[in-house]
């Protein structure tokens, strides 16, 4: 899987404008009612994220949770990482 | 509650050497065989921020975990970090 390059990534990620170029990764910061909520969310990326063995990094403060995606054998983003990101803009706290 | 002294955090974790002061936080990262097995300590150490209402900023890289804790109404670390970081070095994946 090869990486895309900054026009791609735009491209892909119109329809989730969210969702940031940061250095080699993309992210977002989601934010929920409380700490309950958060954990649901982190919760059902993680399920996500072991099916198809494509882990985010997951920071979560309180309510507030931030995904960062890259592909690491690839040294960039890729379409995996796209993809998390769309699955994640889909999730129901 | 009032923030300690980096003597008096010192002391309290003795017992716990691989936390580290940061900044106004102590913060330690833990590190598991995998995945699935980080994310069982951190659903273990959610439920006790629930139960103590106290939530540590919580950072999943695959099968490392770094929890950061501060009490922000004191503006540093206080008591409640120390018995939060005591909780989790007693965690078993």
């Known amino acids: 899987m090869s990486r895309l390059s900054p026009a791609e990534i735009e491209g892909l990620l119109r329809a989730a404008p969210e969702w940031a170029v940061v250095g080699d990764a993309i992210s977002r910061t989601f934010q929920f009612r409380d700490f309950a909520e958060a954990m649901r969310f982190v919760n ?3 399920a996500h994220a ?3 063995q494509h882990h985010p990094d997951i920071l979560i403060r309180w309510n507030r949770v931030t995904l960062t ?25």
């Open 44 to 46: 059902q990326a993680a």
């Open 50 to 52: 072991e099916r198809v």
């Open 69 to 93: 995606l890259s592909t690491h054998d690839a040294g960039g983003v890729t379409h995996k990482d796209v993809d998390f990101a769309h699955f994640a803009e889909g999730l129901k706290p």
